[in-house]
């Protein structure tokens, strides 16, 4: 069963920053790849995607500039760098398989979750 572990949450002051790392438990190479964010209280909502080659990347605007996404396929992995954290990016971080090579134009077509990842942002 293809699985994806997400780890590099914690918590951080703002301003600090942190890198998530999801790892594959089989060949992602084929896929694109999202990090969705639930903030508390709020339904989760894709924040970033990568296609499989790299060659595409979205972020919502609000992470923009601020945040970077990037893989490694030879390792299965695929990373979300954050810098410049706020208090609004407090959250449980979830990496998602698509189910083809592209991001798409929805937060649709998602078919593995991995378990999540805590991130607290706050002084």
């Known amino acids: 069963q293809f699985q994806l572990v997400e780890s590099g949450g914690g918590l951080v002051q703002p301003g600090g920053s942190l890198t998530l790392s999801c790892t594959a438990s089989?060949?992602?190479?084929?896929?694109?790849v999202a990090w969705f964010r639930r903030a508390p209280g709020k339904s989760r909502r894709g924040i970033s995607c990568i296609s499989n080659t790299s060659l595409t990347v979205k972020y919502v605007d609000s992470v923009k500039g601020r945040f970077t996404i990037s893989r490694d396929n030879a390792q299965n992995m695929v990373y979300l760098q954050m810098n410049n954290l706020k208090p609004e990016d407090t959250g449980i971080y979830y990496c998602?398989?698509?189910?083809?090579?592209?991001?798409?134009?929805?937060?649709?077509?998602?078919?593995?979750w991995g378990q999540g990842t805590q991130v607290t942002v706050s002084s």
């Open positions: 089989g060949p992602l190479e084929r896929y694109g």
């Open positions: 998602a398989k698509k189910q083809y090579s592209m991001c798409g134009e929805s937060d649709g077509y998602i078919d593995v």
